[in-house]
């Protein structure tokens, strides 16, 4: 009974809705571009930047994901790989088309888009707002109302 109090105390502390970037692994394959791909990906910072829409199917209430490809660059000369999800999956939906960015020297790139969230009954729509900084590689997120 003590373990799940001191379970349960855990949970009630833990933030309800966490976006992170993280490195790409499986949602990242190519065949998990959002179909039509000419739609749901560009380019920022004279190429250097690409995002693209992922839709990895399942799960079906978390299954888009956002790839970000950018500096800084490795060994190798290759960009930085990352995907942005929720809670360790993805959105419940994102509309790309929504996609607006912005630069401000101080942050870096500023990306605005529109997803939603699923909360175990419901889809909600929310205002995903996520930074870029080329030279560290960081990438900040947040979800607004």
Same mark, same amino acid.
């Given at each position: 009974?003590?373990?799940?109090?001191?379970?349960?105390?855990?949970?009630?502390?833990?933030?309800?809705?966490?976006?992170?970037?993280?490195?790409?692994?499986?949602?990242?394959?190519?065949?998990?571009?959002?179909?039509?791909?000419?739609?749901?990906?560009?380019t920022f910072s004279e190429g250097k930047v690409r995002l693209a829409l992922l839709d990895t199917t399942e799960p079906a209430a978390a299954a888009f994901h956002i790839l970000i490809l950018s500096p800084p660059y490795d060994e190798l000369g290759l960009r930085q790989c990352r995907t942005l999800g929720?809670?360790?999956?993805?959105?419940?939906?994102?509309?790309?088309?929504? +996609?607006?960015?912005?630069?401000?020297? @101080?942050? %870096?790139? #500023?990306?605005?888009?529109?997803?939603?969230?699923?909360?175990?009954?419901?889809?909600?729509?929310?205002? +995903?707002?996520?930074?870029?900084?080329? @030279?560290? %590689?960081? #990438?900040?997120?947040?979800?607004?109302?």
């Amino acid at each position: 009974m003590r373990a799940l109090a001191v379970c349960l105390g855990l949970l009630a502390g833990a933030p309800a809705l966490a976006q992170e970037a993280v490195p790409c692994e499986w949602a990242a394959r190519a065949d998990n571009i959002a179909e039509p791909w000419e739609a749901n990906t560009r380019t920022f910072s004279e190429g250097k930047v690409r995002l693209a829409l992922l839709d990895t199917t399942e799960p079906a209430a978390a299954a888009f994901h956002i790839l970000i490809l950018s500096p800084p660059y490795d060994e190798l000369g290759l960009r930085q790989c990352r995907t942005l999800g929720l809670n360790g999956m993805g959105f419940a939906g994102a509309d790309f088309g929504s +996609l607006d960015a912005s630069y401000d020297p @101080a942050v %870096g790139l #500023i990306f605005i888009m529109n997803v939603q969230v699923y909360d175990g009954m419901d889809y909600t729509p929310r205002t +995903l707002r996520f930074t870029l900084n080329q @030279a560290t %590689g960081v #990438i900040g997120a947040k979800l607004l109302p």
